[in-house]
């Protein structure tokens, strides 16, 4: 028998805490103290040209959905535009990143399987063209990130949230 349990909360979108850096779009995260044991969850708000992370690809599936504006999908070294309302499934395997197009900002919904293991950022001349290739292939988070600034907290953005 499951035992109930205390740890859950409610948080507004707008009070939950934001974060950015330079290299990337802005990123909503809902974990308070500690990751999520089992599904990590995050709004991404990208700019036109801003991408949300590094080409990569996980042992792990994901899943998006465009809540608003436009983006292209790298996926596979292929080039996929997306529009509101788009559903995203990635199984484990599948190399992707997301790239914020269009004449303003785009919000996207990340849903993922914890933990992931096995994560490896290649070459990608594709994701050169965007900003969005690592420095070198490596499967070393802290490698493939070592040469943007790290994310640090920041405002709530005012779009789309109102």
């Known amino acids: 028998m499951i035992e109930e349990r205390e ?3 409610v948080v507004n979108v707008k009070d939950a805490p934001w974060y950015g850096t330079p290299a990337f779009g802005r990123v909503c995260s809902f974990e308070k ?11 991404y708000v990208l700019e036109p040209g801003k991408s949300n992370c590094r080409y990569h690809r996980e042992d792990a599936q994901e899943n ?3 809540l608003s ?3 292209k999908m790298l996926v596979n070294g292929q080039e996929r535009p997306l529009k509101s309302w788009d559903f995203v499934h990635c199984p484990p395997g599948v190399t992707h990143v997301f790239v914020g ?3 303003g900002p785009c919000a996207i919904l990340a849903i993922g399987h914890r933990p992931a293991d096995d994560i490896f950022y290649p070459a990608s ?3 050169r063209q965007y900003n969005a290739e ?5 499967a070393e988070p802290k490698v493939a990130y070592s040469d943007v600034p790290r994310w640090e907290k920041t405002e709530t953005p005012d779009w789309p949230l109102g």
């Not at 044991?37 to 709004?43: V, W, Y």
């Not at 690592?134 to 490596?138: D, F, K, R, V, Y």
């Open 101 to 103: 197009s269009g004449q």
């Open 64 to 66: 998006f959905l465009v």
């Open 125 to 127: 001349e594709l994701a």
């Open 7 to 9: 740890g859950w909360f």
């Open 134 to 138: 690592t420095p070198e292939p490596t």
């Open 69 to 71: 504006g436009e983006c």
């Open 33 to 43: 103290d500690e990751p999520f044991e089992q599904i990590g969850m995050r709004i």
